[in-house]
């Protein structure tokens, strides 16, 4: 844990759910209704460092969170994404995976998703026959 750490140091308040290693939050600067993060207890960096049992916990949150916004919010679909790493847009340096609410409309053409990370290369589809 440290003490400059935004998820290290949240208050109970912005906790939605826990269990033994991860709580879920919504994000404060979410980029859809219900954009919500699931967060290890562990101050960890990368998915990559989580213990089997902290894998566990934080994808049986997951699933608690998605149905939770979709009673909530009624989404058509979702985005799941962890940016790992400085390279992958990573700017808090505590593990989070953003559950991103979809809802038809939100874009004007959805194709591609997270591809769109890297957008020269999301569109594939169009160079398809």
């Given at each position: 844990?440290?003490?400059?750490?935004?998820?290290?140091?949240?208050?109970?308040?912005?906790?939605?759910?826990?269990?033994?290693?991860?709580?879920?939050?919504?994000?404060?600067?979410?980029?859809?209704?219900?954009?919500?993060?699931?967060?290890?207890?562990?101050?960890?960096?990368?998915?990559?460092?989580?213990?089997?049992?902290?894998?566990?916990?934080l994808l049986r949150l997951l699933d608690h969170a998605k149905a939770q916004i979709q009673s909530e919010f009624k989404p058509d679909g979702y985005n799941i994404g962890i940016n790992d790493g400085a390279a992958?847009?990573?700017?808090?340096?505590?593990?989070?995976?953003?559950?991103?609410?979809?809802?038809?409309?939100?874009?004007?053409?959805?194709?591609?998703?997270?591809?769109?990370?890297?957008?020269?290369?999301?569109?594939?589809?169009?160079?398809?026959?």
């Amino acid at each position: 844990m440290t003490s400059t750490c935004p998820f290290c140091a949240l208050p109970p308040s912005r906790i939605l759910e826990n269990n033994a290693h991860g709580l879920v939050i919504r994000d404060g600067f979410p980029v859809s209704p219900g954009h919500t993060l699931v967060v290890p207890k562990r101050h960890i960096g990368s998915f990559f460092e989580l213990e089997v049992s902290e894998r566990d916990d934080l994808l049986r949150l997951l699933d608690h969170a998605k149905a939770q916004i979709q009673s909530e919010f009624k989404p058509d679909g979702y985005n799941i994404g962890i940016n790992d790493g400085a390279a992958a847009g990573q700017t808090v340096g505590h593990l989070h995976i953003h559950l991103i609410p979809r809802y038809l409309g939100d874009r004007p053409d959805p194709r591609g998703g997270v591809r769109w990370v890297i957008p020269e290369k999301a569109a594939y589809w169009t160079g398809l026959t």
